[in-house]
């Protein structure tokens, strides 16, 4: 005799009247497709199932036995032969690996030595896995101030939504120089510290979360700071005498780097402007320009102010610098 069968009127009215009352199942049941999904029956303690029958209900409302057990006899149809697993201690189904077609409603109905019944119903959602979490940047590189970097994270999957991590720390917007809306993370007038990161986004649903790769991107500054030096020090040099002027500013990329004497450019570049043998004809006004090819930013330095004199007259020159300063 079929106990099912048998049973099965007085099932449909206790399905309809008991949804709410005795939950034997969740509402809703996730699971990720290619892995399993877990029903867990919530069973008084005080019920002892003798039967289980654990069915897939169909969209036009046929249902379909996924499994099937009486006392010790276990019944699997073919198409889930392997798929589906039933734990009598814990009373969890665990069903998979999942593909879309698993998607839908399922039924529970456990049976006691009496014929007392306890059943449930609830719905099954595949999720299409989180994967190729990926971050876009608007622009291949920035420059700092003038750069709005728009950064999209990209992701396949059902339900993603997005996160964003600077380092280890959660990013935490402004909604003015840093705003998040959906799936992108807008920053206006860009600073070199900002997306020094590593910048992360994690692409997560309810089931799982998955990170990108670090993103850093490349932000032009500067020049600024520049310093001008001078060695040896001194404002009055003797003629044949060495002087080495260095210049140095903070940029990124690293600037170039040019002289001028008396506000004409000097044939060297670079950092160091080394003059030997000095002239009298040297004596002026040196200064240094530094230049950011990315932000097309120049910087000048203050001015070094350089008398060569012969060492005859060294003493009155002192003097005479003297005088003129004051
Ligand atoms: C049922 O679950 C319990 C507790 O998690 C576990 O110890 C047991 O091995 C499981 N039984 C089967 C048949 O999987
Ligand atoms: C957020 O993005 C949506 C879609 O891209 C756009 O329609 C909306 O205007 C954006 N909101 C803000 C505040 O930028
Ligand atoms: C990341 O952290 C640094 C250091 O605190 C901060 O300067 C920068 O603005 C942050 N960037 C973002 C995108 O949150
Ligand atoms: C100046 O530099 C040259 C070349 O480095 C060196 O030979 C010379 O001795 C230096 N002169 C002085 C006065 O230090
Ligand atoms: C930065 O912005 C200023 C002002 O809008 C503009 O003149 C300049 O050309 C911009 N610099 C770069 C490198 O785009």
């Known amino acids: 005799m079929d106990l099912f069968s048998l049973r099965a009127p007085l ?9 709410s009352c005795s939950p034997l199942l969740p509402l809703k049941i996730s699971g990720v497709e290619g892995k399993y999904a ?15 029958k654990f069915s897939f209900v169909s969209s036009a409302g046929e249902s379909i ?10 019944t699997v149809p073919p198409a889930y032969n392997g798929r589906v697993v039933y734990n009598q201690t814990t009373y969890e189904f665990q069903l998979g690996p999942l593909n879309p077609a698993d998607a839908g409603q399922y039924s529970v109905v456990l049976v006691d030595a009496g014929f007392n019944l306890n059943q449930g119903q609830t719905t099954l959602e595949v999720l299409e896995p989180v994967a190729d979490v ?3 940047s608007s622009l291949p590189e920035a420059v700092e101030f003038n750069s709005t970097v728009i950064l999209t994270c990209s992701a396949k999957g059902s339900f993603v939504s997005y996160k964003w991590q600077n380092g280890s720390a959660p990013v935490v917007v402004d909604g003015k120089h840093l705003v998040l809306n ?12 900002d997306l020094h990161g590593p910048i992360y986004c994690v692409a997560e649903n309810q089931l799982e979360s998955v990170m990108s790769a ?19 020090d001194d404002v009055v040099l003797k003629e044949g005498s060495n002087l080495t002027l260095l210049c140095s500013a903070i940029s990124s990329p ?8 008396d506000g004409d450019e000097l044939p060297q570049k670079g950092s160091r402007l080394v003059l030997t043998n000095l002239g009298k004809n040297q004596s002026g006004k040196y200064s240094c320009v530094a230049y950011n ?3 097309k930013r120049f910087a000048v330095s203050q001015v070094a102010t350089v008398s060569v004199v012969g060492s005859v007259n060294l003493y009155c020159a002192q003097n005479v610098y003297v005088v003129d300063k004051v």
């Open 182 to 193: 959906g799936s992108q993370l807008t920053v206006t007038e860009v600073l070199r510290t």
């Open 11 to 19: 099932m449909i009215l206790t399905a309809i009247s008991c949804c």
């Open 134 to 136: 990926t971050i876009f």
């Open 65 to 74: 036995a996924v499994y099937d057990r009486v006392a010790e006899k276990v």
């Open 254 to 261: 690293a600037a170039e780097l040019k002289w001028l004497f």
């Open 38 to 52: 877990t029903f867990p029956l919530t069973v008084p303690a005080s019920f002892q199932p003798n039967a289980v």
């Open 214 to 232: 670090p993103f850093t991107l490349s932000v032009s500054y500067g020049p600024e700071s520049i310093a001008l030096n001078k060695v040896p």
């Open 293 to 295: 090819s990315k932000t």
